[in-house]
């Protein structure tokens, strides 16, 4: 039988370059959507950090991570979400 909802970790690395405001802006606008399509939300900031390798000649980025449990279908749409804004370097989306 197919779980109904399932526990996921999403790690997003946001552009810093755009500055302060615009990673701020992004963190807010995902966090009201998972928010808005999950429950049990938590944010954890871990802030600018230095990255493993260059990424679009960029060496530093602002890290965030979500713990959420929703439904096995919003995962998806937040990957496309994020795959298509600017200001996002990478993200990682994960089964807890």
Known sequence: MAKINETYEAV????????????KALTEKFDEMIK???SNVEMNDW?????AYPINY??????????????TSFPAELERVLGIT???????????
Not at 58 to 71: H, I, M, Q, R
Not at 86 to 96: Q, S
């Open 86 to 96: 600017d200001g996002v370097l990478r993200f990682l989306i994960t089964i807890k």
């Open 58 to 71: 960029e060496t530093e980025g602002n890290y965030v991570l979500w713990t959420f449990t929703s439904e």
């Open 12 to 23: 997003v690395v946001f552009s810093s370059k755009n500055g302060e405001e615009n990673v």
């Open 47 to 51: 802030g600018k950090r230095k990255l």
């Open 36 to 38: 808005a399509n999950a």
